[in-house]
DNA sequence: CAAACGCGCATTTTCGAAAATCATACCGTT
DNA sequence: AACGGTATGATTTTCGAAAATGCGCGTTTG
């Protein structure tokens, strides 16, 4: 297997721009590219090995995915933060997530209550392991990110679940941002298993209350602990 | 003034990219290239005077917007269409078009009346001039584009509003695709007028019933006309 | 005769150099 | 000293050639 002896360069997808594409877009959630960085195509360039029109490619892809902005003829940047977009991001997750909490309650199978519950069993189990910053435990987000997306993946529509998925994303930097300032981590552990089990047992009203709760009251978190980061922008 | 004698190339945006891309969005929604149409890069070289990486931008982006599907090491090609994905298309925009048109009938002020009022008295004299085959007529789909635009402009939210106008791209496509064999297009002018009623009254419910009714009307329509172009892929 | 292999062609994907554009500092003029 | 214009360096954007990959066809083999 001459393959891993060469040690590939691509980890992710096919070619080499969906490969940077995924590698940028994680560092950019996780903040170790902060927010309204410049991303010049020489540190790229060297960072991620790839030549100016690739990193060009996966740029554009994730500004479309609202993680880049791209300012015409004066290249790219990570998107900024600010108190107006993580708000606009949580009514929209809000908005979609109970839509596909609802669907995916009232079309799911036996396959798709499998999926929530040994999901959540997995995220549970890590949580045991290493109870403390989850954030940081590459394992943990995802697993938490399977949890969340097995809850509505029987929605029946793809259209709806890669907007959520970009909403998700996003959702997801900020937490980060926050992450560093957060004296000690909120007990999600009990909100996944309540959500879980309205989900199981067909409760949908509940389902969708403690989802939103759960989303808002992150959002919330976000909003204390970062506020400095949010204001000076 | 040289520019205007050297006939620019790019008419839209500022580097060669955003202008491809906005011309190759154009001719997809158009159905001039059809769905499923594959994008050989020789052939789209040739028609928009562009080289390989440019158009490997352009395509990269439209892909990120639903509109051409990107297939790793086999190349592009527009976006499919289907019966499902009609209905995915409709039933997102009904969700969050409704949302935005009740946040825009709580928040707008003036300038918002203003701008729907003028918007469908532009459409309306359009349509005058002009009352059969509405979507051959460029000025009309920018008008009609606008006068939905204004209508949910001040719902206050550029993320949901971005969501949107993809998913307004996409239904625009079909509604393209089977313009061709509608026999006649239904009375949209007292829709149009109805909903901009609605909207300035404030009456928000009304307003969301007839939006809803509206773009489901629509959509029943292109699955009815067009529907030997959506059971045969 | 069917299945599998390998070869050659068509096409996509990647690269680094070259052109275009922007930001800045410098200079001359008022 | 303030202002406008221009040269210069840094950076982005674009290009076409070169490498990589997939696809189809013909040949071989069991």
Known sequence: MPESAIRPRK???????ADITHRLREEI?????PPGEPLRFDVLRERFGA?????????TALAAEGLVDAQEQRGFRVASVS???????????????????????????DDWEIAV??????????????????LRDPEWKI????????????????????IRAELFDRAERYRHLSANFRPRPRDKAGEHQAIMQ??????????????ETHIRSTA??????AAHLLDTE
């Open 51 to 59: 030549s100016f029109t690739t990193l060009r490619e996966a740029l």
């Open 117 to 134: 519950i040994s999901t959540l069993h997995r995220l549970k189990r890590i949580e045991q392991r290493d109870p403390e910053h989850p």
């Open 29 to 33: 959630i996780a903040c170790g590219l």
């Open 220 to 225: 919330d978190n976000v909003a204390t602990y």
């Open 83 to 109: 108190r107006q977009d993580l708000v606009e991001v949580t009514d929209a997750r809000v908005l979609i997530e109970v839509e596909l909490i609802r669907r995916s309650i009232a079309r799911g199978d």
């Open 143 to 162: 697993a938490h990110r399977q949890f969340h997306q097995a809850l509505v993946s029987a929605c029946g529509s793809a259209t709806l679940l890669a």
């Open 198 to 211: 309205a989900a199981i047992s067909r409760n949908a009203d509940l389902a969708v209350q403690l989802i």
């Open 11 to 17: 980890e992710f997808g096919k070619t080499i721009a």
